[in-house]
């Protein structure tokens, strides 16, 4: 089993969720394997069973990227870009779009 999982109630297991270990029933039947991505059929299938918690694999977020590199990557993305030039002005627009998307800027409604 892994080390990063959190035992939840079945009431609080949605679609999508990863099983961190292999669920058995009471009779030491494997109902679902570890890995498992559960469903809303799965879901209810354990109910059915009398499972009453399952251990559920921990969300690891990936690693945000710095500002710097964010940057870096813009400034490559948008490389033939020139600001001054008013004929470009939907490519500025879009680069501001993009690096507000990026930066997790709040945009004004």
Same mark, same amino acid.
């Given at each position: 089993?892994s ?9 609080q ?9 292999a ?5 030491g ?7 498992t991505?559960?469903? $809303?059929?799965?879901? #209810?299938? +354990?109910?059915?069973h009398? /499972? ?5 694999? %921990?969300?690891?977020? &990936? ?8 940057q ?14 008013? $004929?470009?002005?939907? #490519?500025? +627009?879009?680069r501001?779009? /993009? ?5 997790? %800027?709040?945009?004004? &409604?």
């Amino acid at each position: 089993m892994s080390d990063s999982y959190d035992m939840l109630p079945l009431a609080q297991l949605f679609s999508g969720m990863v099983l961190a270990d292999a669920l058995l029933d009471a009779h030491g039947n494997v109902l679902l394997a570890e890995g498992t991505v559960l469903s $809303e059929a799965s879901i #209810r299938s +354990l109910a059915r069973h009398g /499972v009453g918690a399952a251990p559920i694999m %921990r969300a690891n977020p &990936p690693d945000a990227p710095s500002p710097a590199s964010i940057q870096q990557r813009l400034d490559h993305l948008f490389r033939h870009h020139d600001p001054d030039h008013q $004929e470009d002005w939907a #490519r500025g +627009l879009l680069r501001r779009y /993009v690096e507000d998307y990026r930066h997790r %800027r709040e945009v004004a &409604p």
